[in-house]
């Protein structure tokens, strides 16, 4: 004999308990799913030559474009979108150890999307093989060190390269230059002053002119493949505590050199990635330049 199922009907003060226990039993479980771990779509792998690389999920190398050092997409052509396609992650969840609000995306110009890093366009790599440009498999770092302006993403990179045309301010030319900034994308400058007395280095630019040309204050930088590590060096600032957008100092500071020059920012680049407003300015008594390579 077959048993006919009727639905369970309940009125009263007993159904609006059942009801309400369903409901407290669904909430719970939408609660569970909202608080599950999120899945890493970003990574971090080892080079034996080139230190931390960020990838994707599956491993494959991401690398940024010193061209992009305003922070906007420039592999625009038809020769290099198709070698250099862009990454995109939708909403990135890093492993542990890198922050989340370092990745942004934004559109490109033809309408794509990209994911970013602390301003950094992100890309991978895509040689032509055979007429067809392949994207390199994972583990690969074919693409680093690519006409001196690709190089892999190393999240603590603390100096990089940009590229783009810079003014001076003396003649009022434009040239292309390759010149050195920060993990921001922030010029680094240097100050003739400094070449033309080597024994008083630290004290070259002080008081106002350390006002308007903030000392990049670091040590032991973290550089791309196409930078030297000893070129690199320090020395020590002996003036009282300073502070300002670019950061703070007491006595006894490091100040980063390159090739024997103190780094240095300049005020109304205005902390923004990509400026250029001091090169061959005259300021202090003599010249500031881009610290170019």
């Not at 390159?258 to 923004?272: E, R, S, V």
Request: hydrophobic content about 30%; glycine content about 10%.
């Amino acid at each position: 004999m077959r048993t006919k199922l009727f639905p369970l009907q309940l009125t009263g003060f007993a159904g609006m308990t059942l009801a309400l226990s369903l409901g407290l039993t669904a909430c719970k479980k939408d609660d569970a799913s909202t608080t599950a771990p999120a899945t890493a779509n970003v990574k971090l792998a080892t080079s034996a030559s080139l230190g931390t690389i960020l990838t994707d999920s599956a491993g494959n190398t991401l690398y940024f474009f010193a061209l992009d050092v305003a922070g906007t997409n420039s592999c625009t052509s038809a020769t290099c979108n198709p070698t250099w396609p862009v990454y995109y992650g939708g909403r990135i969840t890093p492993p542990s150890g890198l922050n989340a609000s370092d990745f942004t995306s934004k559109k490109t110009t033809d309408g794509r999307n990209q994911t970013f890093y602390k301003g950094w366009p992100l890309y991978y790599y895509a040689p032509a093989v055979n007429g067809t440009n392949t994207r390199e498999a994972a583990g690969q770092t074919g693409g680093n060190g690519i006409g001196g302006v690709w190089y892999v993403l190393n999240p603590t990179y603390s100096v990089m390269l940009g590229r783009k045309s810079v003014v001076d301010q003396t003649t009022n030319v434009a040239t292309t230059k390759t010149y050195l900034t920060d993990a921001q994308g922030r010029t680094l400058y240097y100050f003739a002053k400094d070449d033309a007395s080597p024994n008083t280095k630290p004290t070259n630019c002080t008081g106002g002119c350390l006002s308007a040309w903030p000392a990049l204050l670091l040590n032991a930088p973290v550089i791309p493949s196409g930078l030297s590590a000893s070129d690199f060096s320090t020395i020590t600032r002996t003036e009282t505590t300073t502070s300002g957008p670019y950061g703070s100092a007491t006595s006894s500071t490091q100040q980063l050199t390159y090739k024997g020059h103190p780094l240095y920012y300049f005020i109304n680049d205005n902390t923004t990635r990509g400026q250029v407003t001091g090169d061959h300015l005259n300021s202090f008594g003599d010249y500031w330049f881009v610290a170019a390579p």
